[in-house]
């Protein structure tokens, strides 16, 4: 099952202090644009060569039994957290910092068997609506799952619940698992007796091997259900709300539902008086030799890649919690509620929804950008920033398709994908070259006399100008 909720901070916690907060767009036109945070490198960096060495020592104290086997699933999982902090994904505000680190201060000081760990938590710029405990005590709590929560109790939660991954141990567990796995007599019977095999061995070999497959960032259904508990009890002794556990597993369940008309949006964006949008645009091939053929969804598909399965489930069964817990405190006092600063909840929120489009961007990942950049503008129709973002990637759609480097920075439609996500997929890919820069062009134009005193709203104007004169 994938990982569902995971972040944690430490009793010591990292010195992350990094750059100044984000301003948040207005909607007024004469308010400044919304400017994208500046990543920290340096301080990244060395938070990043900390935990190198400590991934060092682990490898120096591995058991000496099935040592190399260890070593190199270790050696992967620390790739794996490097790599978040190489590209980038960090967001790196003091304040944005402070906030995870107060709210995690708060739950260790409310349960003392915390203060023996080394847990640390970060803000990443993933738009993915998740939370991750990776390892080594460390937490990526993604902006794409915070912006979407309703209050920071439900945040307060998600938090707990990858405390819990990391208290229960699951992803050393697992590993020893899988190596333990690997070297049972069972699996070794099995290849064995492939060897006999004459005939489609490679494709029997594959089956076995699928059923094999490591990540430690992965855990099973049982893992989840036992770091719910375990978080549950963290979450109610720190004087969080208890219902907002269940509101956030509920939450989630939803998380994943496709709620934009992007052909209504699309046509909405793009028809001008002087350029017609075009049926054209969002033609798709369903033929068995098309492009794109039908992209089909079944209930089973659905569930296996859903961000948070079993959340209904789940819900259920911290309301069961709950009820046991209150019927065992009747009579006592009350723990106080608990907040940490609501006011910056909701300012993190909002600024968090602009940084998720910059970092799609920066990552190349034009498709998802402009996704987020369309989500986003249902809201706020006549915000700056989000009308230059999208002609931003349109300007650069075409720059880069002249040089016939385009593809690399789209996604193609896919079972997986969420529906409006597809319909935008295949407009932007039946895009003709110039279409790109004359899209942005008249796309743009229609803000002229509101946006005209934007120096950025100018510089994608003026390339779109240029652009289609070529």
């Known amino acids: 099952m994938n990982a569902l909720l995971r972040a944690c901070r430490h009793t010591r916690l990292l010195p992350l202090l990094l750059l100044a907060s984000p301003v948040i767009a207005q909607q007024k036109t004469q308010d400044p644009m919304y400017k994208p945070s500046i990543v920290d490198g340096t301080r990244t960096h060395a938070v990043m060569r900390m935990f190198e060495r400590q991934h060092d020592t682990l490898q120096r104290n591995l ?36 906030y995870i680190d107060s709210m995690l201060r708060r739950i260790v000081a409310a349960n003392p068997e915390l203060q023996r760990e080394k847990l640390h938590a970060f803000f990443s710029r993933s738009g993915t609506p998740n939370a991750t405990y990776v390892g080594q005590g460390i937490i990526f709590f993604n902006i794409g799952l915070f912006s979407r929560l309703q209050n920071e109790h439900q945040a307060a939660f998600v938090l707990c619940h990858e405390i819990a991954h990391a208290t229960l141990k699951h992803s050393d567990k697992s590993i020893e698992k899988y190596v333990k796995n690997m070297h049972s007599s069972d699996l070794q019977a099995q290849l064995k007796a492939l060897k006999k095999v004459q005939y489609n061995r490679l494709s029997k070999l594959e089956d076995l091997s699928k059923g094999l497959a490591f990540d430690s960032r992965r855990h099973s259904r049982n893992n989840e259900s036992d770091a719910d508990s375990l978080a549950l009890v963290y979450f109610r002794n720190s004087g969080f709300d208890p219902a907002a556990a269940v509101s956030a597993m509920l939450l ?4 994943d539902l496709d709620n934009i008309d992007m052909t209504a949006r699309l046509r909405t964006l793009f ?16 033929g068995p030799l098309g ?14 890649l859903k961000t948070h399965p079993d959340c ?15 019927s065992l405190l009747a009579g ?3 723990i106080p509620a608990a907040s940490i600063h609501p006011q910056r909840f909701d300012s993190l929120k909002q600024a968090f929804r602009f940084e998720i489009i910059e970092f799609s961007f920066a990552e190349d990942n034009y498709t998802e950008s402009l996704y987020y950049t369309i989500s986003m503008l ?23 398709q002249r040089q016939h480097r385009l593809g690399k920075k789209l996604r193609y439609p ?35 006399s509101k946006l005209q005193d934007y120096p950025e709203y100018q510089t994608e104007f003026a390339k779109s100008e240029s652009f289609i004169k070529m």
């Not at 028809?271 to 369903?286: E, G, I, K, M, Y």
């Not at 209904?312 to 209150?326: M, P």
């Not at 249902?378 to 880069?400: G, K, S, T, W």
């Open 312 to 326: 209904q489930v789940r819900a259920g069964k911290l309301i069961a919690f709950n009820q046991s817990a209150d």
């Open 271 to 286: 028809d001008a008086p002087q350029l017609r949008f075009q049926d054209r645009w969002l033609h798709r091939d369903n």
């Open 332 to 334: 006592k006092p009350a």
């Open 378 to 400: 249902e809201e706020h129709p006549e915000d700056p920033y989000l009308i230059m973002h999208v002609a931003r990637i349109l300007n650069n759609c075409f720059y880069l």
């Open 252 to 255: 989630l369940d939803d998380i």
């Open 63 to 98: 058991p000496s039994e099935y040592r190399k086997d260890y070593s190199a699933i270790y050696a992967q999982r620390w790739k794996y957290i490097k790599s978040r902090f190489q590209k980038k994904e960090i967001y790196t505000p003091p304040v944005a910092q402070a």
């Open 291 to 304: 492009g794109h053929a039908r992209l089909l969804r079944d209930s089973t598909l659905t569930d296996s």
């Open 414 to 448: 896919a079972p997986e994908n969420a529906a409006s996500f597809n319909v935008l997929s295949q407009f932007i890919q039946n895009l003709y070259m110039e279409e790109y820069a004359q899209i942005a062009f008249h796309y743009l134009q229609r803000y002229q």
